[in-house]
């Protein structure tokens, strides 16, 4: 992936070995460095680092998008329809609950995407969306 520039991300896990299951084992994200604390991992190419912590915040559920209160903070990334379709097809194998089960937000609208929120094991909401017009992506 030259001439891209990734994003990188630390944040707060329960623990190791559930994270480590959800984010490979569910999601089939890459495990990169990682020590009994934290651990990193390729997500769709970006770095994310989990480390794990007593102390991890609730979300608030502030943030009202299209209708829909979602949950402040969370992260995810924006992924092609056909991996968005994978992704979600994975979780439901898995049997994650959906904060936002997917659907499209924004419909017949300048920014349509597919959208959806999950948490990982440790409560930490992501977002995944798919827009249809990828050059909406900013407006």
């Given at each position: ?16 070995a ?18 009994d604390t934290?651990?990193d ?5 970006h ?7 007593s ?15 979602v ?15 994978t992704?979600q ?6 049997k ?10 924004y419909?017949?609208?300048?920014g ?9 094991p440790s409560g ?16």
């Amino acid at each position: 992936m030259p001439d891209m520039t990734r994003f990188h991300y630390a944040f707060k896990v329960m623990d190791i070995a559930s994270t480590r299951d959800f984010y490979m084992g569910v999601l089939g994200c890459e495990e990169g460095r990682s020590t009994d604390t934290w651990i990193d991992f390729n997500f769709f190419g970006h770095q994310l680092s989990a480390h794990v912590s007593s102390d991890i915040p609730k979300a608030d559920y502030c943030g009202l998008v299209d209708g829909i209160k979602v949950p402040m903070p969370h992260f995810g990334c924006l992924l092609s329809q056909a991996a968005f379709k994978t992704v979600q097809a994975k979780l439901e194998a898995h049997k994650i609950d959906f904060i936002v089960r997917p659907y499209i937000r924004y419909q017949g609208q300048v920014g349509e995407q597919w959208t959806m929120f999950f948490l990982d094991p440790s409560g930490n909401p992501i977002e995944f969306k798919a827009f249809t017009n990828d050059a909406e992506v900013f407006l």
